[in-house]
Nanobody, 122 residues
Framework: QVQLVESGGGLVQDGGSLRLSCAAS????????RGWFRQAPGKEREFVAA????????VYADSVKGRFTISRDNAKNTVYLQMNSLKPEDTAVYYC???????????????WGQGTQVTVSS
């Protein structure tokens, strides 16, 4: 059984940076696409970024494009989300997930981590 554990969240000021990590255990990590999503209080979970399982192609939400970078290290079974130029509206719980394809659709991911809180103060 695959398990995902996120880390790296915290409190940062407007304009700051954070790097989230998501470590996977269990089945072959490189066989799956990986995604990052976020959920703010009172809002639905939304897509942030995803990376494909093989060639590492990426896709981003428009709201984070140019500021966030997703990457993966298959040897370490880990995916990263480098977040720069953070804004208060980026405040949310961030989740990583496994899926068959790197698509911006919550329903296409079937294994989720427990989430890590990111808070950006103004």
């Amino acid at each position: 059984q695959v398990q995902l554990v996120e880390s790296g969240g915290g409190l940062v000021q407007d304009g700051g940076s954070l790097r989230l990590s998501c470590a996977a255990s269990g089945r072959t990590f490189s066989s799956f696409a990986r995604g990052w999503f976020r959920q703010a209080p009172g809002k639905e979970r939304e897509f942030v970024a995803a990376i494909s399982r093989s060639v590492g192609s990426t896709v981003y939400a428009d709201s984070v494009k140019g500021r966030f970078t997703i990457s993966r290290d298959n040897a370490k079974n880990t995916v990263y989300l480098q977040m720069n130029s953070l804004k208060p509206e980026d405040t949310a719980v961030y989740y990583c997930a496994l899926g068959a394809f790197a698509v911006p659709d919550v329903a296409k991911y079937n294994i989720w981590g427990q989430g890590t809180q990111v808070t950006v103060s103004s």
